[in-house]
Structure formats: structure tokens, C-alpha cells
């Protein structure tokens, strides 16, 4: 990657007894990530590189347990005890039927720790239609959504949502939007310390990337909600990055064929 700032192994061996610099990364050096407690590995869902790269992360680790935004608990329960057929985990949990890509993509994941107890922090969709229109902290205590965020947060996160829905929704719809958003990354951070506080750790989070941002998103919320836990966010972008909100993070190309989201919406500016 052109200019980009790889970690080595021996560098990174020296981070862990000390703060991590905030850099990219390359995939090697998944290999010999830090010894945390917790470990956010975010993605873009359709990219393969990504998903590849969380299995590798994975198998470094070794976690006694892997969190999966993708998966409600409900579904869990549902985990046949052999998952390397993908298509038998598919049908049995009804991964494809919920909207998300391909389960093949996941599996390399689920088999680089078969061990591994496996928790899901998706939100059910009666709970997401609640933090709509009351508020995530109608759904769920703690994790500060209690607390309604500064009006320079809201605003900007109110107008990056807006951004990402493609200027389709009308814009005074995207304050409910922001709660949702609230309640998936505390629903992603009560899912990890529940996973380290029942099997000891260390955990691996996969989720999207910014569910991963380390000054919002679940680790954020981790770090206040348990101070004493240990965590590191790697997260993966598509395309050139000057910076990421990240303690480490990946550049990968795009993924070819990807459609524009936006282009059935036509215009696509605010």
C-alpha cells in the first residue's frame, strides 16, 4: 500500500506492554496483534478481504469466545455443534433469510476458533423500532443511553447517517436513526463483557467498522463502562485513508461489481 505505515511483529510485541500508536496496519501483522481482553475486528460486510482477514486475526488470538453483531441470541441457540458446513449452518439459523452476505464468507471465521463460544449481539426488531421513537435508553440500561449526546455530536452523527442512507430518508428522521445506532454498539459491548466475564477471555468482536470506532462505538463504550478491560479496535476501510478512528486498521481494495448503493435513489447530495 503506497505511504501506508506497517506494524511488524516486533513492534507489535513491544505495544503490548504499553499504549497502542493509532496507525495502519498491513494484514501480516494480524499475526501478532496485542494481548487485550477484548478485540473489535470491524469490516465492510460484502468485502472477502475482510472476512479473511478476521479469520486470520481469529486464529492468532485464539479466543475463548467470538461475538458476532450479525447474530441475535435467539439464533445461537440455534448453532449446529459442526459448523464447517456452511449451507447446513445457513439453513439451521437462518443467516441468508435475515438480509446478511453470504454465510461462506463468515465461516472461515467460526472455523478458526471451533472452540470458541460463540455470543450474538444483534438487536431484535421490535427493540430497534423502540429506540426509533423512544430512545435506545427505553430499550437498554446503561452504556450512557440514558444521557442524550452533545448537540455538536448529534448533529454531526445525525448528518453522516443522513450521508449514508443516501439523502433517501427525510433528514428529521435520522435522530431515531442515531439511537439505533447507540443501541447496536451497547448491545455489541454488553455481548463482550458478558463473553469475557463468563469465559475468562480474550474475545474477538467481529462487527462492521464503525460499530468498531474507538471515540463512539462499542469499544468506546467498553472503555467506560469497565475501565480495567483491556481492548484494541482493528478496523478495515475501502480505498485510501489519511486516518481512521481505529487503534489499528487495515486498507483493502473495494470489491469489484459492487453497485452504487445510491444510484436507484438518483440524486445523491444533501
Given at each position: 500500500m503506497r505511504g501506508a505505515v506497517r506494524l511488524g511483529a516486533a513492534f507489535l510485541a513491544a505495544l503490548m506492554v504499553g499504549p497502542v500508536q493509532a496507525r495502519e496496519i498491513g494484514a501480516d501483522a494480524l499475526g501478532a496483534l496485542p494481548d487485550v481482553d477484548i478485540v473489535f475486528v470491524g469490516e465492510v460486510h460484502d468485502n472477502p478481504a475482510h472476512h479473511a482477514n478476521q479469520a486470520r486475526a481469529v486464529a492468532a488470538v485464539k479466543p475463548a469466545a467470538l461475538v458476532f453483531e450479525m447474530l441475535l441470541p435467539d439464533q445461537v441457540k440455534r448453532l449446529p455443534a459442526d459448523r464447517s458446513d456452511a449451507a447446513a449452518v445457513d439453513a439451521a439459523i437462518g443467516w441468508t433469510a435475515r438480509g446478511w452476505p453470504d454465510f461462506a464468507l463468515y465461516q472461515p471465521i467460526f472455523a478458526a476458533a471451533p472452540k470458541a463460544r460463540i455470543y450474538g449481539a444483534d438487536v431484535p426488531q421490535a427493540e430497534v423500532r423502540r429506540a426509533l421513537g423512544a430512545g435506545a435508553g427505553s430499550v437498554m440500561d446503561g452504556f450512557g443511553l440514558e444521557n442524550a449526546l452533545p448537540l455538536a455530536e448529534q448533529t454531526a452523527r445525525e448528518t453522516e447517517l443522513w450521508a449514508a442512507h443516501c439523502f433517501a430518508m427525510p433528514k428529521a428522521a435520522m435522530g431515531g436513526m442515531v439511537e439505533v445506532q447507540r443501541l447496536r454498539d451497547a448491545s455489541l459491548a454488553r455481548a463482550a463483557l458478558r463473553a469475557l466475564r463468563e469465559t475468562g477471555g480474550p474475545i474477538v468482536v467481529i462487527s462492521g467498522a464503525e460499530h468498531a470506532r474507538t471515540d463512539r462505538g462499542a469499544p468506546a463504550l467498553v472503555a467506560a463502562a469497565?475501565?480495567?478491560?483491556?481492548?484494541?479496535?482493528?478496523?478495515?476501510?475501502?480505498?485510501?485513508?489519511?486516518?481512521?478512528?481505529?487503534?489499528?486498521?487495515?486498507?483493502?481494495?473495494?470489491?469489484?461489481?459492487?453497485?452504487?448503493?445510491?444510484?436507484?435513489?438518483?440524486?445523491t447530495s444533501g
Open positions: 469497565a475501565p480495567a478491560v483491556t481492548v484494541l479496535s482493528v478496523g478495515q476501510v475501502d480505498g485510501a485513508v489519511a486516518a481512521a478512528p481505529f487503534d489499528l486498521w487495515i486498507v483493502t481494495g473495494g470489491v469489484a461489481g459492487r453497485e452504487d448503493p445510491c444510484a436507484a435513489f438518483g440524486a
